[in-house]
C-alpha cells in the first residue's frame, strides 16, 4: 500500500514539473525579441508601442496629395518660404534636390465626394521638403530592391554606404505560419498576421542597436523602406519609411543622420500624413 501512495505522488510530481517546463517554454517563446513565432491556438494583443514619435526640429516634410479638412490658404506661406522638390529622374534613375514651384489648388475627391485641397509641385515631386539646403543638387542614394523595402520579421538587410556599413532587421510575432508566410509571387507576405512589429537599425562600429519604427498591428498595409541616401550630405545614410498602419490612410516618414540624438543612429526629422478613406 505504500509502495502504492509512493509511485503515485511521483507520477503527480513528475506531471507537475512538465507543465512548468512546458508553460516555461510558452513564456519564452512569446517573450523572446527575436522573431518569435506561434501557432493559431494562441492569441497574441498588439501591445501600445507605436515609433518613431515626430517632434518638430526644423525640418518640414510634405508628400504632395490631398489634404481634407484644408483650404489652399492654409498653405499659403508655403510660396514665400525655401521648400525644396525631391525627386527622381525617370531615365537616369537619379535622385535629385531643387527649389520647388509650390502649387495649391482643389480637386474633387469621389470618396469624400466634395472637394479637397491638393498640395504639390509643378516639378511633380515625390516630396517637399523645407530646412536642407543642398549644396549639390544630385543626392547619394543606394536602389532599393522591391523584395529588399519589405523588411519581414526574422530578415535582416544589410548594405554599405560611404565605408559605412548597416543592418536593418525586422522582429515580431506572426500568428499564422511563421516564417512561412513570408511569401513570395503566388502568396504574399500576411503583414495583418504581424504582431507588435520592430524594425531595428545598426551600423558596425557603433553598439547596440536602435529601434527606429514599432507598429502593434497592420490593416491591409505593410512597413516599406521608400528611398535611402544621404540627404543631408553628413556622409552617413538617411532613411525614408511608409509606416502606414491602415490601408486608407498615408503615413511617411524621414529619418537623417545629422539629426540623430545622443545613442541614435539617425532621427525622425519629419512625417507627412493624410487620409483617403471612403
Known sequence: MRLILLLSVICLLSCKQKETIQENRLYSLLSDTASAIVNDEIEVKPDTLLLPIFVNIGIDFLEPAGYRGTEPSDYAHMFAEEWYDFYQDSISGKYYMERAEIETGKFYDDCLDDSTTYVGSKRKSLFL???????????????????????????????????????????????????????????????????????????KGVEGEQLIIAIPSFNYTFAQLLWLGDMDEDGKLDFIFSVSRDYESRHVVLFLSSKAQKGEIVHCAGESTYEFDC
Do not use: C
Open 129 to 203: 521638403i523645407k530646412g536642407l539646403r543642398p549644396a549639390n543638387k544630385n543626392i547619394a542614394s543606394i536602389q532599393v530592391p522591391e523584395r529588399k523595402s519589405h523588411i519581414w520579421v526574422g530578415e535582416k538587410y544589410l548594405f554599405d554606404f560611404n565605408n559605412h556599413s548597416y543592418v536593418l532587421r525586422g522582429d515580431g510575432i506572426t500568428t499564422k505560419g511563421g516564417m512561412a508566410s513570408m511569401g513570395d509571387d503566388e502568396d504574399p507576405a500576411r503583414w495583418d498576421e504581424v504582431v507588435n512589429y520592430r524594425l531595428y537599425l545598426s551600423e
